[in-house]
C-alpha cells in the first residue's frame, strides 16, 4: 500500500499577463549560471570579551568574491545604542575593503557622493545578503572583479559596540587559485541591449552598493560611438 503524499496540493495560481521578466546576467553581480568554490576562512577581525567579528568563509568566482561575515554578541553584554529602538545601523558591524592599492571600498554610506579629489575606480563592494538579530548578524559581500594584489583588507567598524576599526588580510592567491575551480553549470541568461542602456546598466539598487564611481564594465567591448553605461547621472 502507497502511503498518501505528504504536502497538500498548490492551489491553481492565477494567470500575470504582465509576467514577462527573464532572468538575465548582471556582469557587477555573482554569476547566476557558476557554483563558486567555498573557501573555509575562520579568519578573526576584531575579538573582546562581549564580541566577536569573523570572516567565516569566501565564496571564489573567475568574477569577484563573496564574503561573508559574521558578528556574535555575549549574552548579557550591555549594547550602546544612540536611540530608544537603535537605528538600522547600529545593530551589525559597519563592513569595508581596502585593495592593495590603498582603494577604499565600502567607506561611505550609502548614496553619499565621493570625496573632492577622490579616485575613481570601477571595483563595486555591494551587501548581497545579510540576516540575524539580537546576539548574532551575518552579511555577505560581493566585491567584483578579484582584486590585484597578494592581499585585500576586510574592514570593519562598530562603535555602538565598542569595536574601533579593525581590519584583516585575506590571501588573495589562495582566493584566485578557488576562483579557477568554480562550476560552470552553463550558458548564461543574455543582457539584452535594453538592460545594457536602461537602470540595469548601473549599480545595483536598493543603497546596499558601496562604490567609488557609477562607471560599469561589461564583459563585452561597447562599439564605437556608443555611450558608455553610466553616462548619464545618476
Keep these: 500500500m502507497t502511503d498518501p503524499p505528504f504536502f497538500d496540493p498548490w492551489p491553481e495560481a492565477e494567470p500575470d499577463p504582465d509576467d514577462s521578466q527573464q532572468e538575465i546576467d548582471l556582469p557587477w553581480m555573482p554569476p547566476v549560471h557558476v557554483v563558486g568554490e567555498v573557501v573555509p576562512l575562520a579568519q578573526t577581525v576584531f575579538r573582546s570579551d562581549d564580541v566577536a567579528v569573523v570572516v567565516t568563509h569566501v565564496v571564489a568566482y573567475q568574477r569577484g568574491l563573496e564574503l561573508h561575515l559574521s558578528a556574535w554578541l555575549r549574552p548579557g553584554a550591555h ?38 579629489g577622490e579616485e575613481i575606480v570601477e571595483s563595486t563592494f555591494t551587501l548581497t545578503a545579510g540576516n540575524g538579530g539580537g546576539l548574532h548578524s551575518s552579511s555577505a559581500w560581493w566585491l567584483h572583479p578579484v582584486p590585484e594584489g597578494d592581499t585585500v583588507d576586510v574592514v570593519v567598524e562598530w562603535a555602538p559596540q ?22 560552470v553549470l552553463w550558458d548564461p541568461p543574455p543582457l539584452r541591449a535594453e538592460e545594457r542602456d536602461g537602470w540595469f546598466a548601473y549599480a545595483p539598487m536598493g543603497g546596499s552598493a558601496y562604490r567609488s564611481s557609477l562607471a560599469i564594465t561589461f564583459d563585452e567591448p561597447t562599439p564605437e560611438g556608443d555611450d558608455e553605461p553610466g553616462d548619464e547621472p545618476g
Design 162 to 183: 565598542g569595536v574601533p576599526e579593525s581590519s584583516v588580510a585575506l590571501d588573495l592567491s589562495e582566493l584566485r587559485a578557488a576562483a579557477a575551480r568554480e562550476l
Design 79 to 116: 549594547r550602546n545604542s544612540i536611540s530608544v529602538v537603535g537605528m538600522w545601523h547600529e545593530q551589525e558591524p559597519r563592513v569595508g575593503v581596502r585593495l592593495a592599492d590603498g582603494t577604499r571600498l565600502g567607506h561611505r554610506p550609502p548614496h553619499a557622493d565621493a570625496s573632492p
